[in-house]
């Protein structure tokens, strides 16, 4: 028996992979290739294009965490039923989705993902193979904000860019504190349903920069952008369709009120975990 992890060469599998290590939990990756991490995990080859691949490693586990990747919206689509038809074969014991940032417990219906979506898919999906299984939904990452466009404008110029009005609140939280809310998710069969992660009340791109201002101990102001600007500065790091859902999710977001979660579904409510403050992210990342 093992714990399944997505992604977990990247932002949000890392860090649950190795909070699944360090409490003795033993763990297998899910890679392009079959391997050994440095760190002696061992890497099991399966596309999210193979039914086949994907159940095999899934038969078993004890645990699957699972969040879709950055790609075009069709491919996404095939990835999600791919990946609900080999959970439904495999039958793990537990199942824990992140919906990576995209809202679909809001008060707000302009910020609710399309039923069409992929990250829908996955969990109506999820939900008809009756396993035993969680939703983490964060809202915004604060990883976004060392994005390196972003983060040398903080370094060189003083000021933190990024789309959100200045008086915008959100509910902002870290892959380390997705991290912790999964970990515990994927041990807590009594626990169901749509866990939204995140600060409550929300914070704004003011508190944000200063924030920053108070760990770099200089001036950092905030300036907003245009949800096509940021767009534009994604291309070269995740290609122009990656890009242009980012761009959506943002032009969206300007059209609420705020992105903040709901207290009585929060992980602080459920779980009794509080998300970092982004003072106490910003030093555990040693930025």
Do not use: C
């Not at 699972?66 to 074969?89: C, F, G």
């Not at 199942?95 to 910020?111: F, K, R």
């Amino acid at each position: 028996m093992s714990y399944v992890i997505h992604g977990a060469a990247g932002a949000q599998g890392n860090p649950l992979l190795s909070r699944l290590k360090t409490a003795g939990k033993p763990v297998v990756a899910v890679g392009r290739k079959p391997g050994t991490r440095p760190d002696g995990t061992p890497v099991v080859a399966a596309g999210y294009t193979s039914v086949q691949e994907l159940a095999g490693v899934y038969a078993g586990a004890d645990g699957v965490f699972v969040h879709l990747p950055v790609a075009a919206e069709e491919d996404r689509l095939t990835y999600a039923r791919n990946i609900v038809a080999a959970l439904s074969e495999a039958r793990p014991r537990r199942v824990v989705v992140s919906t990576s940032g995209a809202v679909i417990d809001s008060p707000h219906p302009q910020l609710q993902a399309p039923d069409d979506s992929a990250v829908l898919t996955l969990i109506r999906g999820l939900e008809e193979t009756g396993l035993s299984h969680a939703v983490i939904a964060p809202r915004l990452f604060l990883e976004n904000l060392l994005l390196p466009p972003i983060l040398d404008a903080v370094r060189t110029q003083g000021v933190l860019r990024y789309p959100p009005a200045a008086d915008f609140p959100v509910s902002w939280s870290s892959h380390l504190d997705n991290a912790d809310a999964a970990a515990a998710l994927l041990d807590r069969p009594d626990i169901t349903g749509t866990i939204a992660v995140g600060q409550h009340p929300g914070i704004t791109g003011p508190d944000l920069a200063q924030a920053f201002a108070d760990h770099l101990g200089r001036p950092v102001s905030y300036e907003p952008l245009s949800p096509e600007a940021f767009g534009h500065l994604l291309v070269p790091l995740i290609a122009d369709a990656g890009a242009a859902e980012v761009t959506a999710l943002y032009e969206r977001l300007a059209t609420a009120p705020d992105n903040a979660i709901s207290p009585h579904n929060s992980a602080q409510q459920l779980l009794g975990l509080t998300p970092r403050t982004t003072g106490q992210w910003l030093t555990q990342i040693g930025l």
